[in-house]
């Protein structure tokens, strides 16, 4: 072997032997063992040195000016935050919670938080700022109201943002036209619906003339003692017609309101021209139709025709009363035989004894109701066909007779 060769094997064999053997000069002198269990402890320290500080979060200090949780509300455009009610109720919850306005009046601030959630808007998970918009944090922004009537007249508008079509119905009200005239008083949204305990108005139906003696409790002694307050009140019959019926529920209107006087007999005959309602109280559904076949109905239309002319207007509830009206038999019934002649004189002063002895009610004569009438009416409808069918016979009997002998005569010359 040559010799070259031979020194290249040994230095390749003596570099192999010192990668294989440990180190004495390594880290100091230390061997590979020791510093592999070393490296292994420190790695495990590392890693939980990350995971408690990845992990700890200092706690804030709470105080009462800390904005409150942010979260979403039922009814919001997605993205736009609310507040809690359990944040607002954290406080309005406490009993006997109020504060003085400048008039001197005792405001209550404490919300029932069963009374709201057994709400309609409690029920369907609406939030506190939803009506409160100004009011988002604590402390709250000065009140600007003076007295508990400026209150409510300053929130009832906010019912306009998801009531957007009912309220603007009000805005045609004689509620809203009294309010736009100074009266305070005038009924707006929370006046009939509540503020933290909405309900259903109409649930049970007797609500709704309750509703309306807050401010009308004359006209609703006067309702209890009609024939409709009786059979609604008195006897929980569904059927009979309440305030809402006859004046709207929002848009609420008047006898005062000459549209309203004017196209008043409509109103009734929703329930006296139905033939399923009244057959049940054995009740004669010809009012619409017996009432514009007569004088009065005639006048009526002509006026809706020509609303500038001045003519003899009676409707329905100038005759049977407004919010008195009585069965047709009692005592104080306006249209009671004994009363007619009375009631009639409002618009005919010189009116005789003998004036209501035409009057036929709203009854089509028949054979119970008015027979005179009904035989009477019964003969024409033979005796006039057969009278005008005579004498049409008989000219044209006549004429032809006329021709035919002229042509006779003629023919004769």
Known sequence: MPKSIGNRTERLTRAEARMHRPSSSLLG???LKPIRKIGLAGILCLAFLTIILTTYQP??????????????????????????????????????????????EVLFLTV???????????????ACVQCHTGIR??????????TRR?????????????????????LDSVHQQALAEGNENAAVCTDCHGAHDVQDPAVPRTHIPETCRRCHSTIYETYTDSVHGEALIGEGNPDVPTCIDCHGVHNVSGPSNQPFHLFS??????????????????????????????FHGTTVIFDQSFPDQEVNTPVCIDCHGVHDMRKVDEQESQVMKENLLDTCRKCHPDASPSFTDAWLSHYQPDREHYPAVYFTNLFYKFFIPAVLGGMAIF???DASRRILNRRRKKNHE
Request: aromatic share 8%; proline share 10%; with cysteine.
């Open 112 to 126: 029932d938080p069963e009374v709201y959630n057994n709400s309609i808007h409690g029920q369907q998970g609406y």
């Open 29 to 31: 002198g230390m061997t």
């Open 265 to 294: 007999p409509q109103i009734c005959a929703r329930c006296h021209a139905d033939e399923d309602l009244m057959q049940k109280y054995g009740i004669s559904t010809n009012v619409f139709e017996s009432y514009v076949a007569d």
């Open 395 to 397: 000219v044209v009997g």
């Open 137 to 146: 944090e604590f402390p709250h922004p000065p009140l600007e109201a003076e």
């Open 150 to 170: 400026d209150l409510s007249l300053n929130y009832y508008q906010s019912c306009a943002r998801c009531h957007q079509a009912m309220y603007e119905k009000t």
């Open 59 to 104: 706690a804030a200090a709470q105080t009462p000016t800390e904005p409150p949780p942010q979260v979403e509300q039922p009814g919001r455009t997605s993205g736009q935050p609310g507040v809690s009610n359990e944040y607002c109720l954290s406080c309005h919850a406490t009993p006997d919670m109020q504060t003085t306005l400048p008039s001197g």
